[in-house]
């Protein structure tokens, strides 16, 4: 894997270099289920570097959604450095006033990759909701093809829509679990993590009844959905990324009370397991065959938000 | 209710008699995830009743699925005498001789209703199959329109495919479950039971993934998925009951290896919770509007199996 200044590089000087190459570089997203290894294989964590450029790319963690900051930091920086990245760094954020320092923006605009632990998903949202460092890491996605990872809480801050909390019930419920507003990277789907260990596909149909035109999206543990703006998605790890999609979907959404059981009708689900790239284009040679209406779902979820700031 | 023998004289006597009701007299099955409140409203059970012909009914119960027959039996009487029921016995099937004997069809030949509690899928139907029980069971259902009931266990028998067993994995995996021949009821459908509260998704997915152009039915506890043979299904109880619809599934069963996480890509899923029911006909008045598709569906599960004697 290039390293991306040396491939920006020699895509600036090469007017051969195949567009769709270069269209790649731009705007990655490794969405991770959470629980990811750190330790053996590292597998997940191993494609977020490559995508970012590889060992000598520029890595910076934002790990402000924990509730131990230094923590989060020391524990990654030791696994990215075990992956060979020598310039890896954190960006710092205890307040608003830190988020809107030149320092904070200055480090993301220079990263070629950053990385969100976890943690709790709101607490990361009112540090950054619409600050210097929010807009930053727009342009950094969105202008400078940075690569953007997330685990856990910081998986799901990526789209717009985020889920917050709410409990793993059994069936889906109205109103079970809460909604706010994320980063917005992915502007059409709902991120779950943590998914098939928790067994939330509950919850994640209890938001899909409020928000049908979303795609939902569950990530498992120790896997990552990897979003490739535009082309298409791979899955990458341990376990596999469900997509949910209810564009056709009925729901009694508006006949009943707050925390009935929801009737849902005419859900389409794909279970994606690791290994796999489904592309948005017709014709991707490297990507699967898919049923009918699932082509769409991936271009949705593909398509990304609109850049902020 | 009227009793079904009233019933039956009523409509034999009255050519003004509706068409349609009694049709509905005609093979209903009550498919119970298990644990059925049996103490309190008992709305599961009061609904087997009500379909049997109410309180006047003779009900006869199938307990050999249980280690232990004499005390299901003492529990399930005890329960529909305070239904109401008066004429409730248990139906003895020790061995596979006794379930060729004329007093064992009698009985069945003789039932209103029958009720298949739960246990072991596996030694109930190695009891009953292909012999003389066996046989009546299908000329009550099919030819007297005797209604069967099976709650866990005597659920999962009441289709043609039968779920045996199998691990409750997160994620659907090749030969994960494991299927059998079951009484043969409902012909298209694969039934499972302590659907959500075991989290069996993945495990009625991995049994689709063998048996694509099955419905996969999922039955949650102190619920029953009530099929009315020809006209359509409803809903009662606690819970929900969840469909899942593979036809226009992909997945990657004949590449994999066993037990490897499977692909599945175009399932698609409803969710019917407790309170709806939903015909197989168009322009039925009591059904919920579906989406494409599900009428299909609904017109698979309650499209009878052949009859067997």
């Known amino acids: ?25 731009l705007g990655r997203l490794v969405v991770i289920g959470g629980a990811e290894d750190k330790l053996s294989d590292r597998i997940v964590l191993r494609r977020f570097v490559e995508l970012c450029g590889g060992a000598p790319s520029r890595i910076r963690l934002i790990s402000a959604a924990s ?7 020391a524990l990654y920086q030791k696994t990215f450095a075990g992956l060979g990245v020598a310039d890896c760094e954190p960006i710092d954020i205890p307040d ?6 030149p320092g904070v923006t200055d480090q993301i605009l220079g990263a070629d990759g950053i990385f969100i632990s976890g943690g709790d998903q709101r607490r990361l949202m009112d540090l ?29 801050v990526l789209s717009r ?63 990552a959905l990897v979003i490739e703006r535009g082309l298409g998605i791979e899955i990458v790890g341990a376990g596999a990324v469900t997509l949910i999609d209810g564009r056709q979907m009925k ?18 689900l794909h279970l994606l397991p690791a290994g796999h790239r489904y592309g948005a284009r017709a014709g991707d040679p490297l990507s699967r065959a898919m049923p009918p209406g699932m082509r769409e779902a991936i271009a949705r979820l593909v398509a990304p938000g609109p850049i902020r700031g």
Chains 1, 2 share one sequence.
């Not at 009943?256 to 005419?266: A, C, F, I, T």
């Open 251 to 268: 729901s009694n959404q508006e006949e009943v009370d707050s925390r009935d059981h929801l009737e849902m009708l005419g859900l389409r």
């Open 1 to 25: 894997m290039l390293n991306r200044r040396v491939f920006l590089s020699l895509a600036a000087g090469c007017a051969a270099f195949p567009a769709q190459a270069r269209a790649r570089r």
């Open 96 to 101: 608003r006033a830190t988020a809107d320092s």
């Open 67 to 73: 509730a131990d900051p230094a923590g989060a930091w």
């Open 128 to 156: 950054l909701w619409e600050t210097e460092a929010f807009k930053a890491l727009h342009r950094a996605f969105h202008l400078r093809g940075c690569c953007v990872g997330g685990t856990s809480a910081g998986a799901a």
């Open 161 to 223: 829509h985020m889920l917050v909390q709410g409990e793993a019930t059994r069936l889906p419920e109205k109103e079970a679990a809460e909604l706010d507003i994320g980063l917005g990277f992915v502007a059409d789907a709902i991120i779950d993590q943590h998914f098939s260990e928790r067994g939330r596909l509950a919850r994640l149909l209890s938001v899909l009844a409020q928000k049908p035109h979303m795609l939902g999206v569950g990530v498992d543990e120790n896997t």
